[in-house]
Nanobody, 114 residues
Framework: QVQLVESGGGLAQPGGSLRLSCATS????????MGWYRQSPGKERELVAR???????DYADSVKGRFTISRDNAKKMVNLQMNSLKPEDTAVYYC????????WGLGTQVTVSS
């Protein structure tokens, strides 16, 4: 059974940083491209960053240059370093395969506010 457990969210001021982590179990992690997604109230869930099996990365325009996705195949984890945070980054953040293939975890709330 696949489990995705996101952590690291919290309250940050505009311009601040947070680092999100996603621990996975029940999968051969190294076989899959992974993504970080987010959903804010009234909006659809969107992919903000992805990392391929070999480490290639891609980002939504809204976060390009500010967010960095990374993976640790040994620990079966995918991380998201978020810098220069903006109020519009406020959302619940989730990880999943890209494309989405597994049940969603609980996510981690990120709130950017002064």
């Amino acid at each position: 059974q696949v489990q995705l457990v996101e952590s690291g969210g919290g309250l940050a001021q505009p311009g601040g940083s947070l680092r999100l982590s996603c621990a996975t179990s029940g999968i051969i992690f190294s076989l899959y491209a992974m993504g970080w997604y987010r959903q804010s109230p009234g909006k659809e869930r969107e992919l903000v960053a992805r990392i391929g099996r070999g480490g290639t990365t891609d980002y939504a325009d809204s976060v390009k240059g500010r967010f960095t996705i990374s993976r640790d195949n040994a620990k079966k984890m995918v991380n998201l370093q978020m810098n220069s945070l903006k109020p519009e980054d406020t959302a619940v953040y989730y990880c999943n395969r890209d494309p989405v293939a597994w049940d969603w975890g609980l996510g981690t709330q990120v709130t950017v506010s002064s």
